[in-house]
């Protein structure tokens, strides 16, 4: 069961659709999933860019600022690059990893730049951060677009793929 069919039980379909068609209503789930995958980048802020916790937890804040502001815009990228591919439900998952891998790529690690910068890291963290990033992009890429698919589906949102994605109980 998923939180959308949880909440039409509670206040309606009419009330679910209207919330389910609100802009900011997806601006802040998409601002939820990118918020929540990256809390993942804590590995790489201490261990890989040599950040003290301090630092870390700068980054994190400034991330979550970002993250919130940001998150809709690439979530909107992302369905823009998965239409530009052609990618669909039904494709082949290594299509989906592929796009997910570009988008990634293309759209995180100038915003982590960002993120880095405004908590303070030098330009040897900044390069360092950015281009691990950019390095791990196979391996994260996919996992944050599928973080981004499974919040939609929980909350009823129109996947990347473009189809109806209310789930079925």
């Known amino acids: 069961m998923t ?3 949880k909440l039409e039980k509670i ?3 009419e009330k679910t659709r209207k919330l389910i068609d609100n ?6 789930i998409d601002a939820l999933a990118m918020n929540i995958f990256s809390l993942s980048y804590v590995l790489n802020e201490r261990f890989i860019a040599g950040m003290d916790w301090t630092e870390t937890g700068k980054a994190r804040l400034a991330a979550a600022i970002g993250n919130t502001i940001t998150g809709r815009p690439y979530g909107i990228y992302r369905d823009f690059v998965m239409k530009k591919l052609n990618v669909k439900e039904e494709s082949h998952w290594f299509k989906k990893y592929l796009a ?7 759209g995180q690690t100038p915003l982590y730049v960002g993120y880095l910068a405004a908590a303070g890291a030098d330009s040897e ?5 950015a281009t691990f990033l950019t390095f791990v992009a196979p391996l ?3 996992p944050q ?9 929980q909350f009823g949102i129109e996947n ?5 994605s209310k789930p079925k109980d």
């Open 11 to 13: 206040i309606g379909e």
């Open 125 to 129: 963290q900044i390069v360092r951060g």
């Open 145 to 153: 677009g599928i973080t981004y698919d499974y919040l939609r589906n």
């Open 23 to 28: 802009k900011f209503y997806r601006y802040v």
């Open 160 to 164: 990347t793929y473009g189809k109806d």
């Open 100 to 106: 997910d891998v570009f988008t990634f790529a293309t």
């Open 140 to 142: 994260t890429g996919r």
């Open 3 to 5: 939180v959308i069919s």
